[in-house]
């Protein structure tokens, strides 16, 4: 398929680079410039501009937040304008609920196709085509875009017809995955002043019943303090758990564990963790029982 | 070996019949009669008294709380009292750390052996002998429990020398299951009030990131609302997560997650929670948020 | 003064009585019609339009939130289009310091005036003219004012040449008085479910420590289960709370009691709490430990 | 009347001087000593023990917590095995609900009387007579200790027959402190770190809606950050929230914001809190957003 693709952080380059190697006409696009290079020598063009990227069967776009996703999205130069009738926005940042209802009627009122498809993953994860994709939109539409799907991950998994209910859903799930590590944090922190050695008790929960990813991918980070490099950095995972609860609050449901996460997150972030992975959440725990933060 | 099994519930019958298939000589024993008819069946002798029970190489005892195991461990016709020099007592509750150390002590100024190895699990693993085993206390005497940890549990972990330590990380263990049920409430709760259907949504949790017990567990569970019949019930939760917040309190760690998972236990309790599954906890976000609780 | 008063609520119509009182020539406008009757008898003139009500010196507005606010200032028929060059806007509504700043553009851009004084006291103060102002702005114009503030207060405190200011002080003392009802709340569920006489134990406190407004006033509606008829309704504290929170949150200043406050104000709405007095969200705790809510 | 009074501290000693200068003939007891001076010029006898303390008519005791007034309490040389039948011991110290039962059965058998009297006022106000005393306990007991009341505080206030009610309402006014202090904590922290004086928007607090004492006691030393020397310790603070907590447990009552602040006092003494006035509980707000504790 002739395919752009907008946004190439950690993630969209990896995301990209498996689109070109499945065989795809990408041309691709970052706001900032010099991203582009291996993508190229891999056979991607580069575009322009979004508006250049826009001319294609299906766009997929790979942003950081809302306000980066607005701006390719709105405007004369942006990607609602310049997408030809009938081809296909496939939105896969974690961005609101708002901007996903808000994008849903753009595309509708001018012709052009929309589903939302956020992932679940991490850079390494990205790049071995592994992620685990939610989608949601129209059924044929999704159908449409299985081989691009299939060739970003491991599995891309219908939740509706609404675009929007893929991003809650996106939302809800780091939601769950920012809870986990507090709970390590704060267990860790216990045991740890107990006399436990951390790294010991980190390999006997994620040997036999916390076997899964949130636990075995944060419980090895909380138990050495290492919290750099950010493989998902803490702003945008605190900008995940602030969008949750905006969807809570305009749906009325109290969820006081995510706000109890977002005020950890937002301290952490005043406290110096702009730069450190979301796993740092799980090291105030150590923080406020007197050990080093990290 | 020559054993006995002091504790009868879900869990303790379960984990004796395993004991009594693997060619144990094993003499059981329940406080509230009637517990023993089957295990008879399977070739176990029945105790008429904690005394009784305790003239063996090793006794082992799976009782509910605190309260339950000092009446048993304690005064003149308890296990302490009656249990050879030498033999070894397995304590397998989910109980104290203050009351695991207190055993320490009069185990080794009595002359007998003490290790400690609460397990994770529900009951249909414990039947299975597939429960996880954490176990902590002198190496020498943990290698003479081997054939028994083996009978009951697929794994059985060592975390130290100091027995309450294995105490320490079961109740660790069951906050971290706690908060994920609360985690998992209260995103149950929100894509539910958001139109998407919840059991769908559970299994896509589950069929990617979240596939560990915790959440394939209780996940549909709370899904569907269905809080009966307890495998785990309410109050034992309450108390291990109560637990688990003295020793933090004596350790100066304050873990505000757990603050919060007792309070809502607590509220549970009161509402009404006393039969329910632990799961139930996961039901009050959709309470709050105006569905109904289960 | 020939001043406009626009928003006749339960706030706004004792005020402008005041005003009218003290011997103003008061234009009064209400976007629901039919609240104006008896200010007319008093006096007052009844203007047609908000366009009509800013024909004067002065214009103070008492409205419910942002919404209501933005709608009567903003737009070709509202406030800045209509209010003569050199007037002053008295904006006296609880609302968001992000709306604040913004009034305080768009006035200054089209040559207006305009403070923010927003008031502490319920109705019943407001008739009396006994009303808290805080007053922030430039100070010649709040020196203009005094003649207004005086008659429907009595206290104004600056608290600063930024407008702004004025609204976060006053939504930061709805949090505090909330801090107050939730803390008063749970003290009056515990000491009542051990027996002790509710009524008495508030009349102990206010008699004694707690002899401010905030104990004495809403202290005797939780000891009493009495919610109706609200003075302040729920969903207005709710709002408060939520805009404190919005702008703790653009500061990154972490607030973890407001976070409790803004989670149990949702639960209370969601529960029916729409046409309450806030002070519903101390019956919460009784409700959470067995009693009857109200 | 003959007097034994027992623990000099800030407190105990004020107190006791003003029952010499009321007349009464008070023989004082410190465990620690050197505490006795100033009080044997103003007329104190000095008891050179708990047991010759309490051959009196009443005995009052004023200690810093469970622990200390237990020791002084049980034994052969304490309180209760030395008190003449017919005598009363009045309680005055912030203790458990628990021992509170305990001392009353106790002083029962032994044909004693029994009242608490626990108080609500700093050094000054016990200096200056004017302390606040929650008085519980057999009325005619009351009746007859109301000199020594008069003398210590400006109101003495029944609050029933049962003595521990009187402890479980000090716990109860503490927790409202607390959980005062706390608010203004980050309601300084969001003024302040938006630009706002920090002590003139403490003067506008307390000049207008918050006028009584933890707001006019507390709010000035949150503004400065001034938490030494301490009037009331942190750590006492922090168990009579964990006191009050451990009565809310035992009648199963959810407190949200009592667990709040006891976490966040625990984080607190971690921090280096242990020789500070309660009120530095209101510096980590500050301190989370980024300013400076102290």
Redesign the interface.
């Known amino acids: 398929m002739k395919l752009g693709f907008i946004g190439l952080g950690h993630m969209g380059a990896a995301m990209a680079a498996n689109l070109v190697r499945a065989g795809h006409d990408v041309s691709v696009f970052n706001r900032t410039p010099g991203r582009a290079g291996s993508l190229i020598e891999l056979g991607a063009r580069e575009a322009s501009s979004v508006a250049a990227a826009s001319e294609a069967e299906a766009v997929i776009t790979m942003l950081s937040d809302d306000d980066a996703l607005s701006q390719v999205a709105f405007g004369e130069e942006g990607l609602i304008a310049n997408l030809p009738r009938g081809a296909i926005h496939v939105s896969m940042s974690s961005v609101s609920?708002a901007l996903s209802k808000l994008l849903a009627q753009a595309h509708a009122q001018a012709g052009q196709r929309y589903i939302a498809a956020p992932v679940?993953g991490r850079p390494a994860m990205a790049a071995a085509g592994k992620l685990?994709i939610?989608v949601a939109g129209d059924p044929a539409t999704i159908e449409a875009c299985q081989p691009l799907l299939g060739a970003m991950g491991q599995?891309a998994?219908p939740?509706?017809a609404?675009p929007a209910?893929a991003n809650?859903?996106k939302l809800?799930?780091n939601?769950?995955?920012a809870?986990?590590i507090?709970?390590?944090g704060?267990?860790v922190?216990?045991?740890g002043?107990?006399?436990?050695?951390r790294q010991?008790?980190i390999d006997?929960?994620t040997?036999?019943?916390?076997?899964?990813?949130?636990?075995t991918t944060y419980g090895p980070l909380i138990a050495q303090g290492k919290f750099e490099p950010a493989a998902f950095a803490a702003p945008l995972a605190y900008k995940d758990v602030?969008l949750?609860l905006a969807?809570?609050?305009s749906?009325?449901?109290?969820?006081?564990?995510?706000?109890?996460l977002?005020?950890?997150f937002?301290?952490l972030?005043?406290?110096g963790g702009e730069h450190l992975d979301w796993a740092a959440l799980g090291g105030l725990?150590t923080q406020?029982?007197?050990g080093a933060p990290r």
């Open positions: 609920v679940f685990f939610v599995k998994i939740i509706g609404e209910a809650l859903v809800s799930g939601f769950l995955t809870a986990a507090e709970a390590m704060e267990a922190a216990l045991v002043k107990a006399g436990i050695d010991t008790y006997l929960l040997a036999t019943v916390f076997n899964a990813a949130p636990y602030r949750a969807a809570a609050e749906l009325r449901v109290p969820m006081p564990l995510a706000s109890l977002h005020d950890r937002l301290r972030l005043v406290a725990a406020d029982a007197g």
